[in-house]
């Protein structure tokens, strides 16, 4: 699994993180050869652009770490920014499949590793999670399809339901239902018929049996190797079946893996799991700090440099705390404060640490302040230049503008954020007036 892209990579950042001073030249040299290795790896070239562009951004606003080199403190940005694009939203593995029995729907091409999938997950489900599970056919023209899915279902000690000659998928998929609400299963998988080509048959047919099974999760199977193509079936699917996840198969091979790096970008769907060889236990989650890892190769820079910054963010915050008592809250460090709030578990769980925070705790919560929000808002502080930073006064309408739609954002969210800085700004002075004591007396009562 992403071999080249790997070896590409590594070919870059060892020239880097050799220097010891870095000049912008440098990265930008460095970035230009990231972009033609996400290329050459078949990732879509607005991802890929964008890629290198959110790299740039963050390299340029970030303070320079002591005890590491520049280079190495760019392949650690270039490995949060791998994972920041591959992440999706919660835990990848965790299905929802919790009002037994809980139907999956599986779609997908012809030859993509479904029906094998889809035995996969059966397996996964029944021995991690002590699920009952029933699989079921619904590949009405192909029996051997049918017979294969029976006979993995023999192999790994799950029920398949009994082949019926003649039934149409939409009464099979009722069938199902029925034999798993009876037989006490918790959840049962429909495997779905696939084509060589997504074809109006087959969508129509997936959005019958979709209609009538009502399914917690829809998983599209592609095949990892078929690079964009793979991207461009998952947003087809999604659109006319609309799925819940992605599972990559034939992720053992030497695929290129710009499939994985492009799914969620392009078609705005997680990778839940990838499927790894062909046997039923060649299934993991997607774990995007672990394919960063791998894509990357660089661990140990990636730990050493995490390590460094540790190490300075505890400066930074004290340098801040004296600027902020002073009154000098500017956007770095809303943009610091948003960061750390992240690392804490979020904005509630950090109000809720610091005394006298209680009743902010609760507006938060009111808000709808969740760790998406958070990364919104730090990436509307990174199209800020450094001046607009400094000073937000400066923004005038049309900055607002480009800098919101930098973040893909409106001008409201901008807005708001700038609110923000200004009530925390006004709160840290007043903090600054009441001095440490009287604080923490204000705090107790
Ligand atoms: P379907 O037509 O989509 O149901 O595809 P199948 O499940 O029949 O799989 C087609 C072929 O791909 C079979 O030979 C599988 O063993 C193989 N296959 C499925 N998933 C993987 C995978 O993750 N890695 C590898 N190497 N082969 C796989």
Do not use: C, W
């Amino acid at each position: 699994m992403f071999e080249n892209l790997s070896e590409r990579l590594s070919g870059v950042f060892d020239r880097l993180t050799k220097q010891g001073a870095l000049s912008e030249e440098d990265v930008k040299t460095a970035l230009r050869e990231v972009r033609v290795a996400l290329l050459e790896a078949d990732v879509s070239l607005p991802v890929a652009r964008d890629f290198v562009k959110k790299v740039q951004e963050q390299a340029t606003g970030q303070a320079v770490t002591k005890s590491v080199t520049p280079g190495q403190q760019v392949v650690k940005i270039v490995h949060d920014t791998l994972v920041d694009v591959l992440r999706g939203e919660g835990d990848p593995g965790a299905l929802k499949i919790d009002n037994p029995p809980a139907p999956i729907l599986m779609v997908g091409l012809q030859g993509s590793g479904k029906t094998t999938t889809t035995a996969k997950l059966a397996k996964r489900l029944k021995e991690r999670e002590g699920k009952r599970v029933l699989m079921a056919s619904l590949d009405t023209n192909r029996p051997a399809a049918m017979e294969q899915l029976a006979i993995l279902g023999s192999q790994i000690g799950v029920d398949t339901l009994p082949i019926v000659k003649g039934e149409d998928p939409v009464a099979i998929a009722k069938r199902a239902k029925t034999q798993a609400l009876l037989g006490g299963y918790d959840v049962y998988i429909l495997d779905t018929a696939g084509r060589l080509h997504i074809d109006e048959e087959l969508i129509q047919q997936a959005a019958q049996v979709r209609d009538v099974a009502q399914p917690r999760e829809t998983l599209l199977v592609v095949d990892g190797l078929t690079g964009q193509d793979a991207v461009n079936v998952a947003a087809e699917f999604d659109d006319k079946i609309g799925v819940t996840g992605v599972v990559l198969t034939r992720m053992d091979g030497d695929g290129r893996g710009g499939a994985a790096l492009s799914m969620r970008a392009v078609t705005g769907k997680p990778i839940r799991f990838v499927g790894l060889g062909e046997k039923t236990d060649a299934l993991e989650t997607f774990e995007p700090d672990r394919i960063a890892g791998r894509i990357l190769g660089m661990g140990d820079i990636v730990a050493l440099v995490e390590k460094a910054q540790e190490t300075i963010e505890a400066e930074q915050a004290e340098k801040m705390m004296r600027r902020m008592v002073k009154g000098q809250f500017n956007m770095n460090d809303l943009k610091m404060q948003l960061e750390q709030m992240l690392k804490m578990g979020g904005m509630e769980g950090m109000m809720s640490m610091m005394p006298g925070m209680g009743k902010m705790a609760k507006q938060v919560e009111e808000a709808g302040f969740d760790d998406k929000i958070i990364r919104r808002q730090i990436a509307l502080v990174q199209s800020m230049t450094k001046k607009e930073r400094a000073n937000p006064k400066l923004l005038q309408a049309s900055r607002k503008k480009r800098i919101a739609k930098g973040a893909g954002l409106d001008v409201s969210d901008l807005n708001k954020l700038l609110k923000m800085h200004r009530q925390m700004g006004d709160m840290m002075k007043k903090m600054g007036k009441m001095g440490k004591g009287k604080m923490l007396k204000q705090a107790m009562k």
